[in-house]
């Protein structure tokens, strides 16, 4: 049974989403802005469950459940535009039904950044590209043990 969609569940510069420890990732996809390359959205999805997306902004952490969602198909309001792209970061990255450890927000330097981390110990990251800069654009990287 798929649990019922929670719109937004965290925004704080300190949170654990417990819920997908243990779960496969099947889906993840980056909305990327086409002029400067910063990270707007990221979107995942695990074993059968519904699409999550989270975001980085005022300095904090956002984290949201809206149910059977995909990217792009989200809200007429949210659609990507040709300002945006939509990027399946998923084989890119080689975290094609990778094992989740656990997903977390930490702060980091006058922001916050959200870490999704493997078994293996590799690390997805949605983090400020200036930490010192309150509200920095972001970036979606990728490390490595």
């Not at 798929?2 to 989403?17: A, C, S």
């Not at 993840?28 to 469950?49: E, K, P, S, T, Y």
């Not at 399946?88 to 989740?100: N, P, Q, R, T």
Request: aromatic share 12%; with cysteine; charged share 25%.
């Amino acid at each position: 049974m798929i649990p019922e969609p929670r719109g937004r569940i965290f925004q704080d510069d300190h949170f654990t989403v417990s819920d997908f420890a243990g779960t496969r990732l099947t889906g993840l996809v980056l909305w990327q802005d086409c002029d400067n390359g910063h990270a707007i959205m990221v979107f995942i999805q695990v074993d059968r469950r519904p699409w999550q997306r989270f975001f980085l902004g005022a300095g904090i952490g956002f984290w949201e459940d809206w149910g059977e969602i995909e990217p792009g198909l989200i809200d007429p309001d949210d659609e990507p535009d040709d300002a945006f792209l939509q990027i399946d970061k998923l084989e890119e990255f080689g975290v094609s039904d990778a094992a989740i450890r656990r997903i977390f927000c930490e702060p980091c330097g006058n922001n916050a950044r959200i870490v999704i981390e493997f078994g293996d110990g590799a690390q997805v990251i949605l983090q400020p590209t200036d930490p010192a800069t309150f509200d920095s654009h972001s970036e979606l990287v990728m490390l490595r043990p």
